[in-house]
C-alpha cells in the first residue's frame, strides 16, 4: 500500500524545469486477527477510554484504521508521471519516501489537471518495486501542486485554526481527533476561499500525524478549505509519548515553515495559526530570521489552560517584539475581512 502526501513544485524561471516533490509512506496491513494489530487496538481504547458502543462506532474503526498498519522500511519506489518511471528512492525506517523530479514544460502539460480555485496540479503514479525487481500494480493518487515563484501564500496551522480540536484539553483533543467527525472552524473556508480567489496559494503545517494525512485532506476538501499541500507528524503507537502530545516541537515546526520559504525565496508568506499552542512564538522567530518575506501573522485566540487575560497579555507582548502591525489576533473569522498585509498594496 502506498498513502502519497499532497505536495509542491517549484521552478527557478519561467522557461526553466519544474522541480515536483513526490512523497508518501508504503505500509502493509496488519491481519485481522494479529497480536500486533490486537495490542494497537487496545492502546488506542484504554488513551481514549471508549466503551463497546465508541469503540465499535463507524467514525472510530475508521481512524483507528489509519494506524493499523506495517511500515516498510527499505522498499524502492518508483513513480510513474506523464508515462515516464522515475526512480523515487527508499522507503526509510519509518516507511516514508521523498524525491525531487525535475518535469520538462511538456510532461508537466500533460499530467496537469486543473482544479478550478485550486490551481494546476501534476497527478502521478506510484509503483511499489516486488521482490524480482518487478514494479507492483500502479497506485494513483499522487499530487503536486505548481506554485508560481512569487505571489502570496498562507501556510496554515490546521487543528484549532481551521479545525476544530481544542489541542488544550487533552480528552477533547483525543476524541476531536478519533471518535468524532471533523468539525470547520466557522468562516474560516470562506476567509481562506477569498484569499485564494486573490491569486493565495496554501501550505498546512500541522501537528496531526502523518497517518491521518488522507482524512485531512478530505476534510479540508468537504468545508470547501483550499487545497494545498501536507506537512504533518511523524508519529508511531509505539513512541513514549503517543497521542498525548499530537503537538510537534516548536523548533521542528518552525524548520518545516522555513524549508517552504526557502523553496520560495521570491514570495511573500502570511501565518496563520492558534493561541492554543506555539503558533505564535513560532511563527514571531520565522518572521525575526526572515522578515523580509513575511507579509503578516494572524492568530486566532482560543480558550487554553491559561485565562483569556493571560493569552492575550502574551500575545502583546510578542506583538511589541515585531514591527507594528505585523501580528493580527482575531476571535471570529469575519474580522479577517479587508486584512491589510504587510507591504501589498491593497487590504488583503
Not at 505536495?7 to 502493509?28: D, F, I, L, N, Q
Not at 506510484?126 to 505548481?146: F, I, N, Y
Request: glycine share 8%.
Amino acid at each position: 500500500m502506498i498513502a502519497f502526501f499532497p505536495t509542491y513544485a517549484t521552478r527557478e524561471s519561467a522557461e526553466g524545469p519544474w522541480r515536483a516533490a513526490v512523497a508518501g509512506m508504503v505500509t502493509r496491513p496488519l491481519p485481522l486477527r494479529s497480536r500486533r494489530r490486537t495490542m494497537a487496538l487496545a492502546v488506542l481504547r484504554r488513551l481514549l477510554d471508549l466503551d463497546a458502543e465508541q469503540a465499535g462506532s463507524e467514525v472510530f474503526q475508521r481512524r483507528a484504521e489509519a494506524f493499523l498498519f506495517q511500515r516498510v522500511v527499505g522498499q524502492p519506489v518508483r513513480v510513474s508521471v506523464a508515462g515516464r518511471v522515475y526512480d523515487a528512492g527508499q522507503t526509510d525506517r519509518t516507511g516514508h519516501f521523498h524525491a525531487v523530479l525535475d518535469l520538462d514544460e511538456a510532461q508537466v502539460r500533460e499530467a496537469t489537471s486543473n482544479l478550478g480555485a485550486d490551481g494546476r496540479w501534476i497527478t502521478y503514479e506510484g509503483l511499489a518495486v516486488d521482490g524480482d525487481d518487478h514494479d507492483a500494480s500502479p497506485t494513483p493518487g499522487g499530487r503536486v501542486h505548481l506554485v508560481d515563484g512569487t505571489g502570496l501564500s498562507v501556510i496554515s496551522d490546521i487543528d484549532d485554526t481551521v479545525k476544530e480540536t481544542n489541542v488544550a484539553n487533552r480528552r477533547e483533543l483525543l476524541a476531536n481527533t478519533f471518535i468524532r467527525e471533523f468539525r470547520a472552524v466557522p468562516g474560516m473556508a470562506d476567509v481562506y476561499r477569498a484569499w485564494q480567489a486573490r491569486g493565495t496559494t496554501f501550505h498546512y503545517v500541522s501537528a496531526s500525524p502523518w497517518q491521518l494525512a488522507e482524512c485531512l485532506e478530505g476534510f479540508l476538501g468537504d468545508v470547501g478549505l483550499p487545497a494545498g499541500s501536507l506537512h504533518l507528524k511523524l508519529f508511531r503507537l509505539k513512541d513514549s509519548t503517543p497521542l498525548g502530545r499530537l503537538p510537534s516541537r516548536k523548533r521542528s515546526k518552525r524548520r518545516t515553515i522555513e524549508r517552504i520559504m526557502e523553496e520560495f525565496p521570491d514570495r511573500r508568506f502570511l501565518l496563520v495559526g492558534d493561541s492554543g499552542e506555539r503558533d505564535p512564538e513560532v511563527y514571531a522567530a520565522v518572521a525575526k530570521r526572515r522578515g523580509d518575506q513575511v507579509a503578516g501573522i494572524v492568530i486566532r485566540q482560543v480558550d487554553g489552560k491559561a485565562s483569556r487575560e493571560k493569552i492575550r497579555s502574551r500575545l502583546d507582548r510578542l506583538a511589541r517584539r515585531l514591527p507594528p502591525g505585523r501580528l493580527t489576533v482575531f476571535n471570529a473569522a469575519e474580522e479577517l475581512q479587508g486584512l491589510p498585509v504587510h507591504g501589498l498594496s491593497k487590504a488583503f
